[in-house]
């Protein structure tokens, strides 16, 4: 059975931080890119950040840039969000999922399997 379980998420003030994790279990994480997306109330889901399957390579959306961090730790079959400086633009449920075309994509309709997501919530 294919899991995706984030972890991480809770209540911070502006200017604070946060480290989503998410646990990957029932595929071989390794051949996978992995991606947070993120859903604010009343708005489409958009795509945060993402990394490779092999070579590192990242993307992160232009309102995160400079303040988010994604990482990834094939033996623990775990990828990370590190989320600095948050603003309360940032609240949302984020989502962490996984693609099989193991590239750098934002494209929802490439990745596979989804998380149930976890709440970041950033007061003022």
């Known amino acids: 059975e294919v899991q995706l379980v984030e972890s991480g998420g809770g209540l911070v003030q502006a200017g604070g931080s946060l480290r989503l994790s998410c646990a990957a279990s029932g595929f071989t994480f390794d051949d996978y890119a992995m991606g947070w997306f993120r859903q604010a109330p009343g708005k489409e889901r958009e795509g945060v950040s993402c990394i490779s399957s092999s070579d590192g390579r990242t993307y992160y959306t232009d309102s995160v840039k400079g303040r988010f961090t994604i990482s990834r730790d094939n033996a623990k079959n775990t990828v990370y969000l590190q989320m600095n400086s948050l603003k309360p633009e940032d609240t949302a449920v984020y989502y962490c999922?996984?693609?099989?075309?193991?590239?750098?994509?934002?494209?929802?309709?490439?990745?596979?399997?989804w998380g149930q997501g976890t709440q970041v919530t950033v007061s003022a």
């Open positions: 999922a996984a693609a099989s075309y193991g590239i750098v994509t934002m494209d929802e309709y490439e990745y596979d399997y």
